[in-house]
């Protein structure tokens, strides 16, 4: 009776969630353990975070994450290498404020993934080496960021090479998201075939899966797996939540007249999405190896405050109370083919 997410999903995937060093205690810390057998750092391993000047690395929160994990053996799968946001502004500036060039930033970006990935080398099942580097703009294939800007698609390849030299055991992931939209999931299958082409060492790609009740269609989620999987790529997924409210409505701030009450009707569609997910998951789970959700309940929930606070959102399988919703339930008791 006393059993968790992990175990329901023993024969599936593992089945994480993000963390945050001060979860790691108390009544949360029992609750992790309980429901999950695999945590990721929320923040706590981002390059800003963790390597906030050239020559000094804060280490304390990312160690004491990796520590719990290897203390009570459950997974860590690190969060990550490089992306376009929580980059600490140095990396793209010398000494003089002038922007760097690309040999002395793919060097910056070497010294980075060695040390973080090479710290924790044999501890992370799996990294996000390189993060959201698609266009959201249907017309353009590869952001435009200050990466792009001064090394051109380079830095991708050169980031997973790096990883794998760093941390060869570890499984090196492209994470995104919105990938089941039929744009993005165009561009994804372009980038991810390219790298295999070429033999970049990647293992998979993460699908972030920050869905709504209204969205991925199933026959998108389908589709988007098993054209990852016909490239042998592995699929994590990686920052799961389900927001209650249709993605481009709840970016704004709770407006004059609406409601952010978890109604019996949100509910009910979000246990649809929730059980139809799942399925998806489990159909495949020879492609799908690792399931993570973005924070532990509705008690905490970045959707909060994103990207204004105002609209109280209940994305996850737990209450602020940490106790199961029907979600919960529904996601948990199926039929084991
Ligand atoms: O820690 C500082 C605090 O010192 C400061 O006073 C405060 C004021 O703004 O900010 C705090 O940092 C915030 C940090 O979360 C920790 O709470 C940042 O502002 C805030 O931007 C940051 O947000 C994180 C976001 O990534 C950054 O873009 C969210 O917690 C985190 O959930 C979110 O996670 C991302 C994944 O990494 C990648 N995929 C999308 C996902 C959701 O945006």
């Known amino acids: 009776v006393d059993k968790g997410l992990k175990d329901y999903y023993k024969s599936y995937f593992k089945m994480g969630v993000a963390v945050r060093p001060q979860d790691l205690s108390g009544e949360t810390a029992a609750f992790i353990l309980k429901q999950y057998n695999s945590i990721t750092a929320e923040n706590a391993m981002k390059m800003g975070p963790i390597h906030p000047e050239e020559n000094r690395y804060f280490w304390r929160d990312a160690d004491s994450i990796v520590n719990f994990g290897q203390r009570h053996g459950i997974g860590v799968r690190g969060h990550n290498l490089c992306w376009h946001e929580q980059t600490p502004a140095w990396m793209f500036k010398d000494a003089d404020g002038k922007q760097v060039s690309k040999e002395v930033l793919l060097q910056r970006l070497k010294d980075h993934i060695f040390a973080v990935a090479g710290r924790y080398k044999g501890k992370i099942y799996a990294w996000d080496v390189v993060n959201e580097v698609i266009d959201d703009d249907s017309t353009k294939f590869l952001r435009n960021s200050l990466w792009y800007q001064i ?66 269609s199933e026959a998108e989620l389908r589709n988007t797996i098993e054209k990852m999987a016909s490239l042998g790529l592995e699929v994590h997924i990686t920052e799961l939540d389900m927001s209650v409210y249709p993605w481009e409505k709840e ?82 008791n199926f039929k084991k083919k």
């Open 251 to 332: 970016r704004r701030q709770k407006r004059a007249g609406e409601s952010d009450i978890l109604t019996a009707d949100l509910e009910q569609k979000q246990i649809e999405q929730y059980s139809k997910v799942f399925k998806v998951f489990r159909d495949h789970k020879k492609v799908v190896t690792s399931v993570t959700f973005w924070n532990i309940s509705d008690r905490y929930t970045w959707l909060d405050t994103y990207p204004v606070p105002g609209r109280k959102n209940y994305p996850l399988l737990f209450d602020a109370n940490l106790q199961p919703k029907k979600a919960y339930w529904e996601v948990v």
């Open 151 to 216: 090394c051109g698609e380079d830095f991708i390849v050169k980031a997973f090479e790096y990883a794998r030299q760093a941390d060869p055991n570890a499984k090196l992931f492209y994470n995104d998201y919105n990938t089941e939209r039929p744009d993005k999931m165009e561009k994804l299958y372009r980038l991810m075939k390219k790298l295999v082409d070429a033999k970049v060492p990647i293992d998979g790609v993460g699908l972030q899966a920050h869905w709504s009740i209204y969205e991925p």
